[in-house]
């Protein structure tokens, strides 16, 4: 048999491999989830408040640069959000001139909370079709510490994405998460130490 023609039909047998396989779904929260948790001596309803500001949500997501809100909506479902992702504009600008501005339209997404408990928990999902990202921040209170949770994961179902480029992601993300939940920790603890010796002052002061 021709070269030719053997090689015409690897082309195709493959193809179809990859195009079965690329049908295939899967539970997104099973796959490529990136997650930290962090003990933190804070009360529950007032760390999750200090989370959940615009400027702590970009550093809690620091992946998320220039952080916004896209509307004058108070925190809740169905408020939008603003920001560059730089998941996204790794893959676009990848084998890119370096001198080109990053923050073009590509890395441009807008996020908006779908689920929201007042002092426990919220949900943000992005808008784009890229990596249609999902981000659950919670907060726990367990014996005489908090709990504050990051979850991370792709809503796509695609079982080729979660194999690949997911993975990849996800690995990026569970980096900067492993470093934004002790710095936003620590934050919050020097703001608490601020608020303490201010308040020691003004007693003193009286």
């Given at each position: 048999?021709?070269?030719?023609?053997?090689?015409?039909?690897?082309?195709?047998?493959?193809?179809?491999?990859?195009?079965?396989?690329?049908?295939?779904?899967?539970?997104?929260?099973?796959?490529?989830?990136?997650?930290?948790?962090?003990?933190?001596?804070a009360n529950p309803s007032a760390l999750f408040g200090f989370v959940t500001q615009t400027?702590?949500?970009?550093?809690?997501?620091?992946?998320?640069?220039?952080?916004?809100?896209?509307?004058?909506?108070?925190?809740?479902?169905?408020?939008?959000?603003?920001?560059?992702?730089?998941?996204?504009?790794?893959?676009?600008?990848?084998?890119?001139?370096?001198?080109?501005?990053?923050?073009?339209?590509?890395?441009?997404?807008?996020?908006?909370?779908?689920?929201?408990?007042?002092?426990?928990?919220?949900?943000?999902?992005?808008?784009?079709?890229?990596?249609?990202?999902?981000?659950?921040?919670?907060?726990?209170?367990?014996?005489?510490?908090?709990?504050?949770?990051?979850?991370?994961?792709?809503?796509?179902?695609?079982?080729?994405?979660?194999?690949?480029?997911g993975q990849v992601l996800r690995w990026q993300v569970q980096k900067h998460l492993d470093?934004?939940?002790?710095?936003?920790?620590?934050?919050?603890?020097?703001?608490?130490?601020?608020?303490?010796?201010?308040?020691?002052?003004?007693?003193?002061?009286?």
């Amino acid at each position: 048999m021709d070269s030719r023609v053997v090689y015409t039909l690897l082309v195709l047998i493959l193809s179809c491999i990859i195009y079965k396989v690329y049908l295939i779904e899967v539970n997104p929260e099973e796959f490529s989830v990136a997650s930290c948790s962090l003990r933190i001596d804070a009360n529950p309803s007032a760390l999750f408040g200090f989370v959940t500001q615009t400027a702590v949500l970009e550093k809690l997501a620091p992946w998320l640069t220039r952080l916004a809100d896209a509307d004058a909506r108070n925190v809740g479902v169905g408020k939008f959000y603003r920001a560059f992702s730089k998941l996204i504009l790794v893959a676009c600008n990848h084998n890119k001139n370096k001198d080109k501005n990053i923050f073009s339209d590509e890395g441009k997404i807008h996020l908006m909370i779908t689920e929201y408990k007042a002092g426990k928990y919220l949900a943000l999902e992005t808008e784009d079709q890229f990596y249609r990202q999902r981000i659950e921040i919670k907060t726990k209170f367990y014996h005489d510490r908090t709990i504050l949770s990051t979850t991370v994961y792709s809503r796509k179902t695609s079982l080729l994405f979660h194999s690949t480029v997911g993975q990849v992601l996800r690995w990026q993300v569970q980096k900067h998460l492993d470093k934004s939940l002790k710095h936003v920790s620590i934050i919050y603890k020097s703001l608490q130490n601020e608020l303490q010796i201010y308040s020691v002052s003004f007693c003193v002061f009286l």
